[in-house]
Each structure stands twice: as C-alpha cells, then as structure tokens.
C-alpha cells in the first residue's frame, strides 16, 4: 500500500529566502513521486516528477526535489522564495497502477 | 500543453436535481479520473476511466455515476444531488493505463454548491 506524510500543513518564508517543504512516502514497490502545486480557485499544476532516474530532480520555477530511498523522502525546495509561489502544494506517490495517492498538503505563506 | 476543461467554474443546484459535470481533454489521453477536493480530507477519488466506455470506481463513488462516451469527454454525473456534494471537483487525464510514471493533467476545477 502507498501513502504521503507532507510534514508541514503551513510554511512561512520570506520573500528571497529558501523555502523547503518535507514529504515522506511510504511504498510496496518502486514508486513514481510527484510535487504539484494549486493556487487559490485553480487546478493542481505538475511541478516536478521522480521516475527512477536521477534522484535530484528540476521542475519549473525553480523548484527542485531530492529523492531519498533510505529516509523514504522527497523534499522539495527553492532557493529563493517569490510572491508568486505562495500556493498550497501537494506531494503524491503512485506505485504500479494509475492510482495517486496525495499528501494533506501544505500551504505556503510569502511575506514582502 | 496537455488542456484539460471543466465547463463550469462554478456551479449552485437545489437539492435533488440531477447534476452533469463536463470535463473534456485536447491530448487523447487514455485515462480521465475525477476528484472531489475538501478542506482536511484532501483529494479523493470518485471514478476514473481507461477507455470509452469503461469506467471503474475510486474509493468514493456511492452517489456519483460517469459516463465517457467519447475519448475526449468525460462527464460526472450526481443522480440527486445532496448538500454533502458541495465541494470542490477536479477532473484529471493522463496517458496510458497503466504506466504509473505518467502524471495526470487537471483542469481548473468546478466549485459546486448543493442548497
């Protein structure tokens, strides 16, 4: 069976500082990991996907995510928070099948 | 880009009509999912589809039926609607059944509000 633990349901950043955010998954089989992030009144938008190939992975705007198989983690980050990022995301976890299974999520606060 | 359209942003019905959600997808992808999102309980699954006219149940679907009668389309249908369907609904595709590196693709979201 799969399932997400996002660590954090809130995170507060200032704008220009890192912003990280802890996902740990649990998994039968080798699984395929996804961030996505869903602004106010939108739809979940992919921001990056782990597939087994390298265990650091770039998505857009910046963010990137580590794959760690030993500690069952897949922490996103960014360097530098903006504005725009203050959003509530998602880490998901599929294994064999179609079927995702999502985090609680967690919001992200941006402060000027 | 992958698009993915709901046709209605949002949405208020009476108790006990019959509600059609749409939701249509410009990539010919195989599989189209459709989710309810609520505060504290994040998204879950209502029924998802791997071809024209095949459909299987998620893990909440009492209440809810589907229909897919074209590859693109992909409708939601709540036979008599209740105040405990107001929610959030996402509609989602992707392609292949049954690759699982493949993420689905969401569309905006229908907010739907049962008086």
């Known amino acids: 069976a799969q399932s997400v633990t996002q660590l954090d349901s809130h995170v507060s950043v200032s704008e220009g500082t890192p912003v990280l955010l802890r996902c740990n998954y649990s998994s039968s089989y080798s699984p395929s990991l996804f961030w996505y992030v869903q602004h106010p009144n939108k739809g979940l938008q992919l921001l990056l996907k782990y597939t087994s190939a390298a265990t650091l992975v770039k998505g857009i705007n910046g963010f990137e995510a580590e794959f760690k198989k030993s500690e069952t983690s897949f922490h996103l980050t960014k360097p530098s928070a903006h504005m725009s990022d203050a959003a509530e995301y998602f880490c998901v976890v599929s294994e064999i099948d179609y079927k995702l299974s999502f985090g609680a999520g967690t919001t992200v606060t941006v402060r000027a | 880009d992958v698009k993915v359209t709901q046709s209605s942003r949002y949405l208020v019905k009476r108790t006990g009509e019959k509600v059609f959600l749409e939701c249509v997808q410009d990539?010919?992808?195989?599989?189209m999912f459709w989710y309810r999102q609520d505060p504290g309980l994040g998204l879950r699954l209502i029924y998802f589809s791997y071809d024209v006219k095949m459909k299987e149940k998620g893990d909440i679907p009492e209440g809810y039926s589907v229909s897919r009668e074209k590859k693109e389309r992909f409708s939601l249908i709540l036979e008599s609607a209740s105040t405990n369907q107001t929610s959030m609904y996402l509609c989602?595709?992707?392609?292949?059944?049954?690759?699982?590196?493949?993420?689905?693709?969401f569309g905006d979201g229908t907010r739907l509000s049962i008086l």
């Open positions: 989602a595709s992707s392609l292949l059944a049954t690759n699982s590196n493949q993420p689905q693709h």
């Open positions: 990539m010919d992808h195989e599989n």
